[in-house]
């Protein structure tokens, strides 16, 4: 009996000893990250049966076992995703904020600017003064657009940067978790007889949710290891094999750059629908969202200015008497690559007359002998045609080497560049054209409703302002062209609510509705080139002018403007009652897994009181068995 407290002693002062030591560590871990509470099991030994029944043989120490939910872990982990994507996102949206400015400090002011100077050359056409002005104000104002356009190019590269860095980061974290992986295995096999290595699943976990927090991922369990999936089933660690990214500089990607995934030599292509959060999914749609749309509208806003501007300059005369020639010239218009393209072909894009510029994207097809040009967006056919170079809506494409095969295509994206490239060709002031060569001119004897107005130059084959042409309604909404003698020179109907009429080059606006036998008048009548402000005149008027989706070029940039605040507001917004959600799962997962330093206090009193009191029983059973060898002497 005397060896059975014996032993039943020295099993309470190991237990007693390992409490201790796992309470100890519990509490010098308190600090730190992603550790999990441990726990003692122990389990009661096996009773030894005798005559007077079963006697127990003391406590066995089984293992130590952490606090892990499953759940939990998963909601944290989602969480943190879902928290860096919303910052990262908030962070290039106020990049973007300071780029494009405010409604004030954006390109508002330099075209403001340049109204009023061309608005003070219409008073003043023969002087030289405000023609230097006018001319100054112009220059100052494509520069605007270019800086503008500058820091955004600047703020694409910087973002493809951080993309670039966090693949790297990704990389790394995801070949930690197969390492970790095959640790864990090792640990859990002969090494650790089964046992669970709670660091290193601790570690592991760690790793795991800093994975997180750069893409948003799944996880399962497989026997010891973890298996990792991109959120749209990608797989990045399965076992022991870890996938890799790469992020490639592309010149021929309206990004920039492509992202692709490295698995078992294979590369996949990575989509933005497969990266949808963490800090990269935010990177990726940010540059391919929120950025691209702001390039491209500050591209159509300089394309719509350069447009007006030369509709109206290659309409008037200048102060030598010449023809205006174009104002404005843009940047060139991309031309990128189908990924899947199997041919060799190679397009170019150039721009014929920035008059006729929609600042629409276009999608180039090979469809069997064809070659189909289709707007973007709406995919509506805006050409077929059987061979190249073709002309259309201000652009001619044609191929520049080899051609395409059946099913290769091309995307042009007009609006891009633009505005980085927007320049004014105009170098000498007197060659502003502030004369007019016709006028508009509205019969007094008009019934209907029907306004014009905007007299501008439109691209044509044919050109001629040197001849009048009456407008004449044959009900209330179609009409003939006619010369001076009557003769039917082309027809057309209006489309409400706003149509152009065009003919020789010229064009002009149409509000209202006229009636039958009502005439419009468009008159040869050539100023003065020294005196006539008529052109000077309309050059201010497009400072009002709709230009752009019935917009003023300025009202369209305010609205940008707003959009953009609207959007980061929206992040914000999002952002806070993220940060709200993850706190709390954040709570939740420490008051599971979290170490109470006050209950592991306790608890190395109760483990203290344990190893005494199992101490006294093993005094106790010596002093028996002393007693016994003294008795049998």
Do not use: C
């Not at 096996?46 to 892990?68: E, H, I, K, L």
């Not at 969480?79 to 508002?108: E, F, H, K, P």
């Not at 420490?590 to 190893?611: C, F, H, K, M, P």
């Amino acid at each position: 009996m005397a060896t059975s407290i014996l032993n039943i002693a020295l099993t309470g002062l190991k237990a007693a000893q390992a409490g201790m030591s796992v309470t100890a560590n519990n509490i010098t871990n308190s600090d730190t990250v992603g550790y999990s509470r441990q726990t003692l099991v122990q389990n009661a030994s096996f009773s030894n049966f005798s005559g007077s029944g079963y006697f127990g043989q003391g406590v066995d120490v089984v293992t130590v076992t952490r606090a892990y939910n499953a759940f939990l872990t998963a909601q944290t982990t989602q969480g943190a995703s879902s928290l860096s994507y919303l910052n990262t996102y908030s962070d290039q949206m106020t990049g973007l904020m300071n780029r494009m400015g405010t409604v004030d400090t954006g390109i508002t002011n330099s075209l403001n600017t340049m109204y009023e100077a061309m608005s003070n050359l219409g008073q003043r056409p023969s002087e030289s003064a405000p023609r230097q002005a006018a001319l100054t104000a112009a220059q100052s104002a494509s520069a605007r657009f270019r800086s503008i356009s500058d820091d955004l190019s600047s703020l694409r590269n910087g973002t493809n940067q951080q993309i670039s860095a966090t693949t790297v980061k990704i990389n790394e974290l995801v070949q930690s978790i197969a390492t970790y992986n095959d640790k864990i295995n090792v640990a859990m096999g002969a090494t650790g007889n089964g046992h669970s290595p709670n660091e290193l699943l601790d570690q592991r976990e760690q790793v795991l949710r800093e994975l997180g927090k750069l893409t948003s991922i799944s996880f399962s369990t497989q026997e010891n290891s973890i298996n990792v999936n991109l959120s749209s089933g990608q797989p990045l660690v399965v076992g022991t094999v870890a996938s890799e990214f790469a992020f490639q500089s592309d010149a021929n990607s309206l990004a920039g750059g492509t992202l692709t995934l490295m698995r078992s030599g294979k590369e996949t292509p990575l989509r933005e629908s497969d990266l949808e959060g963490g800090a990269l999914g935010a990177l990726v749609q940010f540059r391919d969202k929120e950025l691209n749309n702001a390039q491209a509208q500050l591209g159509k806003i300089a394309i719509a200015m350069a447009a007006g501007y030369n509709q109206q300059q290659q309409f008037g005369i200048d102060a030598k008497g010449d023809a205006g020639t174009p104002m404005f010239t843009i940047g060139a218009p991309l031309a990128i690559p189908g990924r899947n393209n199997s041919g060799d072909g190679s397009i170019s894009i150039s721009v014929t007359d920035i008059r006729s510029l929609t600042g629409d994207d276009y999608q180039v097809t090979r469809n069997g002998s064809d070659y189909v040009v289709t707007r973007g967006g709406t995919g509506a056919v805006v050409g077929t045609y059987d061979s190249l170079p073709q002309k259309f809506e201000g652009l001619q494409i044609g191929l520049m080497s080899g051609d395409l095969a059946d099913g290769d295509s091309f995307t042009v994206s007009v609006a891009r560049e633009a505005a980085g490239g927007l320049q004014v060709l105009v170098s000498d002031p007197n060659k502003i054209a502030t004369a007019s060569p016709m006028e508009l001119k509205t019969s007094a004897a008009n019934k209907g409703t029907g306004v014009i107005g905007h007299l501008h130059s439109v691209e044509a084959d044919t050109v001629d302002y040197g001849s009048s042409v009456n407008v004449v309604f044959t009900d209330g909404s179609k009409y003939e062209l006619r010369n001076s003698a009557g003769a039917v020179l082309g027809a057309g109907v209006l489309t409400p609510p706003k149509s152009e009429i065009a003919l020789n080059g010229w064009s002009f606006d149409m509000t209202g509705t006229p009636s039958a036998g009502d005439t419009f008048t468009v008159a040869a009548s050539r100023g003065d080139p020294s005196g006539d402000n008529r052109n000077a005149l309309a050059m201010a008027a497009l400072g009002t002018t709709k230009l752009l989706d019935g917009n003023t070029l300025t009202d369209k940039y305010a609205s940008l403007v707003a959009q953009v605040g609207t959007r980061a507001s929206a992040i914000n917004v999002s952002k806070t009652a993220q940060q709200a959600a993850f706190t709390q799962s954040i709570n939740e997962e420490q008051s599971n897994a979290g170490v109470n330093t006050d209950e592991e206090g306790a608890s190395l009193i109760r483990y203290q009181q344990a190893y005494a009191a199992a101490g006294k029983i093993l005094a106790m059973s010596s002093q028996l068995f002393d007693e016994l060898i003294t008795s049998l002497r």
